[in-house]
């Protein structure tokens, strides 16, 4: 099985409306790269790729066979009172105060400008997840 480089075997897929407003969340708040943009004959934007820390996720503008849809994502940071900090500054609005988790992490929540919600979480502990 070949995946491209910058891909994990589960990609997310953003599917939004205003695509061009969710880029710049994920680049300008979460401190992402943009890498690809296609755009359709109508001026939508068809993929964007993202490049987050290690991963890649693609936005679409959302139409009436794809209609909007929001999810859930948990990120991890190096720092997650920096990291919700810039995200609240670029458009996020807080859903959880970043607090140390008795699992490990320390963590906050955001929610886009799209309506997704992102677990921004830096690991305080260099161990698994346990029950």
Known sequence: ????????????YFI????????AFLVKGLGGTETL??????????????RLGTSTVMVGESNK?????????????D?????????LQHG???VMEVGDK???DRQGGVRDPSGNI???????VEEPYTV
Request: glycine share 8%; charged share 15%.
């Open 1 to 12: 099985m070949y995946i491209p480089p910058g891909f994990n075997t589960v990609t997310p």
């Open 16 to 23: 939004v409306q205003d695509a061009e407003r969710l880029i």
């Open 37 to 50: 943009r296609s755009v359709r004959p109508d001026g939508g934007i068809s993929n964007a790729q993202i």
């Open 65 to 77: 066979e794809y209609p909007p849809m929001a999810s859930t994502y948990y990120f991890y940071v």
């Open 79 to 87: 720092d997650a009172d920096a990291a919700v900090a810039r995200a």
């Open 92 to 94: 996020g609005e807080l």
């Open 102 to 104: 008795p699992y490990g």
């Open 118 to 124: 992102w677990w921004i979480s830096q690991r305080m």
